[in-house]
């Protein structure tokens, strides 16, 4: 399956209603869910919902600039004609010098963010700003703790939607970050998978923060319905209606999506290129 995926088989057959074990469509679902992610995305007008790094070059014209991905993880750099611009570090945002973000929803859809530029009087220009970051649907900084005895291991809360990406892990405490593996991790370690986290014994009890990205469920959701749609429409390809023995008619929706499948897009679509 692609990484870019916004559902995934097992979700797809219980949805049918078919058997979990390997079955002779598996193939074909797998590729009907990539096929139903990229429509999505086109639909969206987004190229990932997980988190993602960005470079961004905007054409300058006023000091306050909405960056095209959202929500924003984190700002890594800001150069205004080469010259790299600090994070403004005041709480009088006006009365200093660097760039802010503005804060986001912390729960999906959100909305595109705003970056304001502070303290010069920045000349517009073409390709004159350059904005790296990441962004994408994140839970940042979830508090938990790792169990006393084994298992140890803890699950993503995944409060908005299945946990899709590793973000990392730090110690509540001191904020220092612990190191994934692959497998067996020993002191200041952690493996990942699917949203489980396993640690150590030297670290049972420890207060730990985690990090993750994620696919809204309304997505999907949506994903899963279009596979799905796309999955039965094969037993009555071409097929406008059916005539059933006289007494009704039945009608098929031929539109490339339905309009609940829209209507779960529909917040989280790009409004303006």
């Known amino acids: 399956m692609s990484p870019f995926d916004l559902t995934n088989l097992a979700a797809l057959k219980a949805w049918l209603g078919l058997p979990s074990v390997a079955g002779p469509n598996d193939s074909t679902l797998t590729a009907l869910i990539t096929a139903a992610s990229r429509s999505i995305y086109a639909s969206l007008s987004r190229p990932s919902?997980?988190?993602?790094?960005?470079?961004?070059?905007?054409?300058?014209?006023?000091?306050?600039?909405?960056?095209?991905?959202?929500?924003?993880?984190?700002v890594t750099s800001v150069t205004w004609r080469g010259i790299a611009i600090p994070p403004d570090q005041n709480a009088d945002l006006e009365a200093s010098?660097?760039?802010?973000?503005?804060?986001?929803?912390?729960?999906?859809?959100?909305?595109?963010?705003?970056?304001?530029?502070?303290?010069?009087?920045?000349?517009?220009?073409?390709?004159?700003?350059?904005?790296s970051y990441s962004a994408g649907y994140a839970v940042q900084?979830?508090?938990q703790t790792v169990p006393a005895a084994p298992p140890l291991q803890l699950m993503a809360f995944s409060p908005y939607g299945a946990w899709?990406?590793?973000?990392?892990?730090?110690?509540?405490?001191?904020?220092?970050?612990?190191?994934?593996v692959a497998a067996s991790p020993g002191a200041g370690q952690?493996?990942?998978?699917?949203?489980?986290?396993?640690?150590?014994?030297?670290?049972?009890?420890?207060?730990?923060?985690?990090?993750?990205?994620?696919?809204?469920?309304?997505?999907?959701?949506?994903?899963?319905?279009?596979?799905?749609?796309?999955?039965?429409?094969?037993?009555r390809i071409g097929l406008?209606?059916?005539?059933?023995?006289?007494?009704?008619?039945i009608a098929y929706d031929m539109s490339a999506m339905s309009a609940p499948i829209q209507g779960m897009l529909q917040p989280y679509k790009r409004v303006s290129l």
């Open 240 to 249: 406008r209606s059916k005539s059933m023995g006289g007494q009704e008619t």
């Open 141 to 143: 900084n979830e508090a």
């Open 49 to 74: 919902l997980l988190p993602q790094s960005y470079a961004e070059t905007i054409d300058l014209e006023t000091r306050r600039v909405t960056l095209r991905q959202w929500p924003v993880v984190g």
């Open 164 to 180: 899709g990406s590793d973000l990392g892990v730090t110690y509540a405490a001191t904020g220092a970050p612990l190191t994934p």
């Open 97 to 131: 010098v660097g760039y802010a973000l503005e804060l986001g929803d912390g729960v999906p859809p959100g909305r595109p963010q705003a970056l304001d530029l502070f303290g010069h009087q920045y000349r517009p220009g073409r390709q004159s700003l350059v904005v």
């Open 190 to 235: 952690y493996t990942v998978s699917a949203g489980a986290y396993g640690f150590s014994a030297a670290d049972a009890e420890q207060p730990v923060s985690i990090s993750y990205g994620y696919v809204p469920q309304d997505i999907a959701q949506a994903a899963l319905e279009l596979a799905a749609e796309r999955f039965r429409a094969a037993e």
